[in-house]
């Protein structure tokens, strides 16, 4: 009669190598975010500083447009300085 035994452990080797390869796809998952959150969209803290600066502003359409134009200017006099 066969043996059918099975070791439910698998090699240590085989351990490792999948914590490795997991390890280095969830750092590729992150670095792949934080460099989209980096390269699109604004920075958070020039939209809190957007925000302060127009928050004597009442209404929504003519808050977001004075935010518009202080994030436009203030790119403009980061881009003069260099």
Same mark, same amino acid.
């Given at each position: 009669?066969?043996?059918?035994?099975?070791?439910?452990?698998?090699? !240590?080797?085989?351990?490792?190598?999948?914590? %490795? =390869?997991?390890?280095?796809? &969830?750092?590729?998952?992150?670095?792949? $975010?934080?460099?989209?959150?980096? !390269?699109?969209?604004?920075?958070?803290?020039? %939209? =809190?500083?957007?925000?302060? &600066?127009?928050?004597?502003?009442?209404? $929504?359409?003519?808050?977001?447009?004075?935010?518009?134009?202080?994030?436009?200017? %203030?790119?403009?006099?980061?881009? &003069?300085?260099?």
């Amino acid at each position: 009669m066969p043996d059918y035994s099975f070791d439910p452990r698998p090699h !240590s080797g085989i351990v490792i190598f999948a914590a %490795a =390869v997991s390890t280095l796809t &969830a750092l590729g998952i992150v670095i792949g $975010v934080v460099t989209l959150f980096q !390269s699109r969209g604004i920075p958070l803290e020039e %939209a =809190v500083l957007a925000e302060r &600066a127009c928050e004597s502003k009442l209404y $929504v359409s003519d808050k977001q447009e004075c935010m518009r134009e202080w994030m436009a200017s %203030a790119h403009l006099k980061q881009f &003069a300085r260099r």
